[in-house]
Nanobody, 126 residues
Framework: QVQLAESGGGSVQAGGSLRLSCARS????????MGWFRQAPGKEREGVAA????????YYADSLKGRFTISQDNAKNTVYLQMNSLKPEDTAMYFC???????????????????WGQGTQVTVSS
């Protein structure tokens, strides 16, 4: 079993920054791929970024490259999502998720992730 706990969400004005954290505990061998997803009201859950914790490979949604950065601290078993130049359209519930492998082009498929956190709300005001 794997447990994921997000933190760091909040309210920020457009142009601001936030850093989300996802603390992982439990069976790390089944959660080598850590991903961030987001879901706005009335919209589907979408992949934001992912990182292969054993190799360091990172994956990003094309529309978010350059503004969002995923990183990890293996000593703390924690993955981060640094979000810069935030826009009102970034407002959503952000979820941390885990699966055994990132699977290349399938990294952004929510259905492929076995473990999920409870989510943390990010609200960006104009």
């Amino acid at each position: 079993q794997v447990q994921l706990a997000e933190s760091g969400g909040g309210s920020v004005q457009a142009g601001g920054s936030l850093r989300l954290s996802c603390a992982r505990s439990g069976d790390t061998t089944s959660s080598n791929c850590m991903g961030w997803f987001r879901q706005a009201p009335g919209k589907e859950r979408e992949g934001v970024a992912a990182i292969y914790t054993t190799g360091g490979n990172t994956y990003y949604a094309d529309s978010l490259k350059g503004r969002f950065t995923i990183s990890q601290d293996n000593a703390k078993n924690t993955v981060y999502l640094q979000m810069n130049s935030l826009k009102p359209e970034d407002t959503a519930m952000y979820f941390c998720a885990a699966r055994a492998y990132c699977g290349g082009f399938t990294w952004g498929l929510a259905a492929q992730y076995k473990y999920w956190g409870q989510g943390t709300q990010v609200t960006v005001s104009s």
